[in-house]
């Protein structure tokens, strides 16, 4: 099965702790991202990478850190979660030539800070 | 950056009815697409179309395009209840393969 997956699917922790969350796609796509998503549905991008390279950073707080060891793997991980990053995290990939434009998304993983 | 958004936060619908998403943007584009996001799924693209494409179709949906007015419409005949969903349109930032998604519009069908 060719698709993006992500790992937990869900996610409960205390303020303060560190996460880490998975993502792997099988599409064979050269670039990858990391959206969050709101509990009123609003999508921001987070990251993008491209063949491991970091491309986007968007203003996200510095205790989120993308980490790529092939072009197929994105994870994310947060030192000291704060209440605010609860909410779900969207793993994304597209091949960047690809004219159809179309990014291809994991399930997400629902994180919640207590 | 660009800006997309829905005019609607939410539409309710009964099935078998038509319905109708808008969408405007900010800044020119070279597409615009439409996706779809279920509950407890990532969003799915439903429809893409560029900007010199004035319509779109595909099966029961139809997307429109105005960049005149920076302007799109995602149309839904037939709504079935597994229409129910957040949908979204997003523009391309083609210079850093980038998407922008609007806000959502929340699309409840109801038998």
């Known amino acids: 099965e060719t698709a993006v997956f992500q790992t937990p699917n869900y996610h409960v922790t205390q303020v303060g702790n560190e996460v880490s969350f998975n993502c792997k796609q099988t599409l064979g796509h050269d670039t990858m991202y990391w959206y969050k998503q709101d509990s009123k549905k609003l999508l921001k991008i987070m990251f993008s990478y491209n063949n491991k390279q970091l491309i986007v950073n968007e203003t996200v707080p510095r205790r989120f850190s993308p980490q790529s060891s092939d072009k197929a793997h994105l994870n994310l991980r947060i030192k000291s979660v704060e209440p605010e990053d609860s909410a779900v995290y969207l793993c994304?990939?597209?091949?960047?030539?690809?004219?159809?434009?179309?990014?291809?998304f994991g399930p997400g993983t629902r994180l919640t800070v207590l | 950056s660009q800006l997309a958004e829905e005019n609607s936060w939410a539409l309710s619908v009964h099935e078998g009815e038509s319905v109708t998403v808008n969408c405007s943007y900010k800044t020119s584009i070279t597409a615009l697409q439409w996706y779809r996001q279920k509950s407890g799924k990532g969003p799915a693209q439903l429809i893409l179309i560029r900007s010199n494409e004035r319509e779109k179709r595909n099966g029961r949906l139809r997307a429109t395009l105005d960049t005149s007015s920076q302007s799109s419409s995602l149309s839904i005949t037939a709504t079935r209840c597994e229409d129910t969903a957040v949908y979204f349109c997003?523009?391309?930032?083609?210079?850093?393969?980038?998407?922008?998604f609007g806000k959502g519009t929340v699309l409840l069908v109801s038998p």
């Open positions: 997003a523009t391309d930032d083609s210079g850093y393969n980038k998407l922008t």
């Open positions: 994304a990939s597209r091949q960047a030539r690809d004219s159809s434009y179309e990014q291809y």
